[in-house]
Every structure is written in structure tokens, then in C-alpha cells.
């Protein structure tokens, strides 16, 4: 069996700064969505990503991906979201094992009303503390860590 490998003082100070970005910023906006918009973040994510879509519909396992959620929680998600009208599911006509999420008129309107308080918070919460250099940094870092390493291909 390898030997563990332990955090240097440096790793381990990153890490504990790392891990309360994490607790705090989606805690944060959780906070205003539901406080604001009666959204939870996942909600939001879910339906500003089918907003963005020309035809603002998805099949739910590419929506799934796109929204960083496993097809189960999405699966929940959406359920409350069409109980509020915001998104309703149809089924593929070319495939009917698949099921497509869409988008409503009443949900592109909750997309709208929702998006100005949600983004003055990001802003506050993250870009206004940082400089455009540390911004290129922040995506930069990002797109490093969201890399798949090649044996979890």
C-alpha cells in the first residue's frame, strides 16, 4: 500500500482558506435567492441554463451536466420547479425514454426578475474584492481544478 500523503503547511493553509470559499459563497447566495426569489441555488442554475437556450430546452441529462447536478437531484429540483410553473417536462418525441425539461414564459420571467439580485450578490461576494488580473487568476485556477485527470477518463 502507498505511504499517505500529507498537505505541506502551505497546502494545508490554502486548503482551510479554500474550503471556507466554499462554505461561505454558495451559503451566501443560497441566502439571497431564497431570500429574494423563493430559489435555491441549484433552481436558479438550473433555470438561467435553460434560459440561455434559444428554444430554452434541455434533455435532463444534459441539463444534468450543465448544472453540475446528478440526474436525481436534478430530477427533485425540477419537480419543485414545476410545481411553481417555472419549468415543465415533455417527453422526447424522436425518443420516449428521454425527458426533456423546458422552460415556461412564467419561469423566463422568474429568470429575469431574479438575475439582477443574484449578480449585484456574485459581485459583491467575489469580483469586487478582486483585481481583473486575479480574476483571469481566479478562472484560470478553475479551469485546473475542473480538469479530469487523464485516468478518470
Do not use: N
Not at 17 to 25: D, Q, Y
Not at 58 to 84: C, I, W
Not at 123 to 143: N, T, Y
Amino acid at each position: 500500500m502507498d505511504e499517505p500523503r500529507w498537505l505541506t503547511d502551505e497546502q494545508q493553509q490554502a486548503w482551510r482558506k479554500f474550503v471556507e470559499v466554499l462554505v461561505k459563497v454558495p451559503a451566501a447566495l443560497e441566502g439571497q435567492l431564497q431570500r429574494d426569489a423563493g430559489l435555491t441555488h441549484m433552481g436558479y442554475q438550473v433555470i438561467t441554463t435553460l434560459s440561455e437556450r434559444d428554444d430554452r430546452r434541455l434533455p435532463m441529462s444534459r441539463l444534468a451536466k450543465e448544472a453540475s447536478a446528478s440526474l436525481s437531484r436534478l430530477s427533485h429540483v425540477v419537480a419543485r420547479l414545476e410545481a411553481q410553473g417555472w419549468v415543465r417536462r415533455e417527453r422526447d418525441p424522436d425518443d420516449g425514454r428521454v425527458q426533456i425539461a423546458v422552460l415556461t414564459d412564467l419561469g423566463f420571467t422568474k429568470v429575469v426578475e431574479s438575475a439582477p439580485g443574484h449578480a449585484e450578490s456574485v459581485q459583491q461576494l467575489v469580483f469586487d474584492r478582486l483585481s481583473g488580473s486575479q480574476v483571469r487568476q481566479l478562472a484560470k485556477l478553475c479551469e485546473a481544478l475542473l480538469e479530469t485527470p487523464a485516468d478518470q477518463t
